[in-house]
């Protein structure tokens, strides 16, 4: 029994001491960063300044944020959109064919995300697959313009992020007491009235979660904007890249860090209240 405290105490430990050395000490030197000058030479000085995020309101940042939150919010309800009945497929389905779509669901996270988008440059580029076989089979008589659009950036974004709205959505829906549904059924709820009213909120937790973890990463991917839309689309990351990168201005790269962790702080809060309510009592 002895032996057994001990070792719960250092797996404690253990995880408390990674989570303090790679989680809160950063974001801690990140947030000290950011109350601090730029230096031209030593990158910054130990000033107070609240400039950083003072410039966080410039106009030219403001739009730039909101074409980021915005493309993001477009690719998150995509995600959504094709996640949810794919979801709801796997999970009704037996529990074969379940677990090799979920396998083909996994797959892609075999693969190193980087190398899955330059994948994606032979798919979309004027002589790639998808304008060859669709010059094949006669649907277009010259190569679409995809490549270096937001199109593109859309594609990227939702072939990298979908099996992260898939995975939560399933476990919600798989968890779903459908004799729930056949009650609404017998009471004479048409379809559209059960999935509205039961269906929906019952799995709610699971779209927050996949919306969360599809919304976040869209904000702050830099690599596929600059590959699939050549640098054109500037996403936040993009942002926070090249002012540590380029411009070597910490303070103003610690404070656009920061107030991308502050969005996803909102997000969870949101999240929490979603769970807290999520045991409310489900009425046609």
Known sequence: ????????????????????????????????????????????????????????????????????????????????????????????????????????????????????????????????????????LGIIDAPLKIMYTQTAVFIGLIYTLLPFMVLPLYAAIEKLDHRLLEASRDLGASRWTTFKKITIPLTMPGIVSGCMLVFLPALGMFYIPDILGGARTMFLGNFVRDQFLIARDLPMGAASSIAMTSLMGIMLLIYYRNLRRSGRTVRL
């Open 1 to 136: 029994m002895k032996d057994s405290l001990i070792f719960r105490r250092l797996v404690i430990s253990g995880i408390l001491g990674w989570i303090a050395l790679f989680g809160a000490i950063p974001v801690l030197l990140l947030t000290g960063v950011s109350f601090l000058q730029r230096h031209p030479s030593d990158l910054i000085e130990a000033v107070f300044s609240m400039e950083s995020y003072a410039r966080l309101s410039d106009p030219a940042i403001g739009s730039m944020l909101f074409k980021s939150i915005m493309m993001a919010t477009m690719a998150t309800l995509l995600c959504l959109l094709i996640g949810y009945p794919f979801a709801y497929i796997v999970a009704r389905a037996n529990k074969c064919h379940a677990r090799t779509m979920l396998l083909f669901v996994m797959i892609p996270f075999w693969t190193n995300t980087l190398i899955r988008t330059y994948a994606l440059v032979a798919v979309l580029k004027a002589d790639g697959f998808l304008n060859t076989a669709l010059i094949f």
